[in-house]
């Protein structure tokens, strides 16, 4: 009898030990099989952050840049998805990290709302609604001369650092179905970029001329090359005879006519030949002489005509080649 009983405990003790063994393997398949099934059937999203590229619309950001806007850590938001609101805190992240540290995810036909525009910002998820969102465009920094009559000519400084900025745009947008269907401009803001200022000297009778070549060259002259020794950047103005204090005769004593031109005879001497251009290039007054006085410092006046040719010109920066 007691033999009986000892081989039946241990024919238990086999089927239990079967028992268990059998329990694991079909845990341990269920496990392998459930992770498999997730990994091939889920989207890469279903691991990570989700795109949510387009669909989601910030409001009362300011003149902050929504592209990648991130929470600070420990800040304190609202999260509502259609009648369900909880609040959260967030950690250094974005909106679609946030999202998938809650492992919410963001349906298909759903967008995101992010409020600043009250004490605690909220986030909404949800199909449909109309909000008011600001967009940024980049306004790069410009550069603005003007003149300082206490500087010599020639002589800059920068009156202002300048700093690029942004111009902020006001939208209306209806969101149906997680998509935009409607959007309507609604304002401008200023521009938050600083203009670079340069002032620049506008002093002619100390002024210094600005040799543009100190080697000198050739130019080429209706097919005829003209040495030069040296070329100036100049004021350029314009006289006529019968205006003002303008009579027929030069300096010289020579008779007033196109070609004749007034310098101040520290800077040219009289007599020198010349040849006169604008310095963008959108006038050539040509071959000149230089007879006549009556300007100072670096400002060279070309004789015109008439005193309507001599309003056309007004008044603009010249290059004077010093003719051999």
Known sequence: MKQYCMEWMRSQRRSLSALMTLVICVTLLSATFTYANAWDTASAAFFAPQDLAGRVFFTGLGENSPEDYRFENGEKLSLQRHELAI???????????????????????????????????SITIDDSFVCEVEHVVADPCVTRYEPNSSLAWGEEVVAQEG????????????????????????????????????????????????????EG?????????????????????????????????????????????????????????????????????????????????????????????????GRRDVNVYILD
Do not use: W
């Open 87 to 121: 609040p959260v805190f967030a950690e250094d992240e974005t909106i679609a990290e946030l999202l998938f540290r809650l492992d919410i995810q963001v349906g298909d036909e759903e967008a995101v709302l992010v409020d600043f525009s009250s004490g605690v910002p």
């Open 163 to 214: 700093a690029d900025g942004v111009i902020p745009h006001t939208y209306r947008v209806r969101v149906e179905d997680g998509k935009i269907t409607s959007s309507l401009h609604l304002s401008t803001g200023e521009s938050t970029m600083q203009e670079r200022v340069i002032q620049y000297g506008t002093r002619t009778r100390h002024a210094k001329v600005k040799v543009l070549d100190y």
């Open 217 to 313: 060259g050739t130019i080429n002259v209706n097919g005829e090359e003209l040495s030069y020794s040296k070329s100036l950047r100049m004021i350029g103005t314009a006289y006529t005879a019968g205006i003002g204090v303008v009579n027929n005769i030069t300096a010289t004593g020579t008779q007033v006519r196109v070609g004749v031109v007034a310098v101040d005879k520290r800077v040219i001497p009289l007599g020198t030949k010349l040849f006169i251009e604008a310095a963008n290039g959108s006038y050539i007054y040509g071959t000149a002489v230089a007879e006549d006085t009556g300007v100072r410092g670096n400002v060279i006046d070309l004789y015109m005509n008439s005193y309507e040719d001599c309003v056309r010109f």
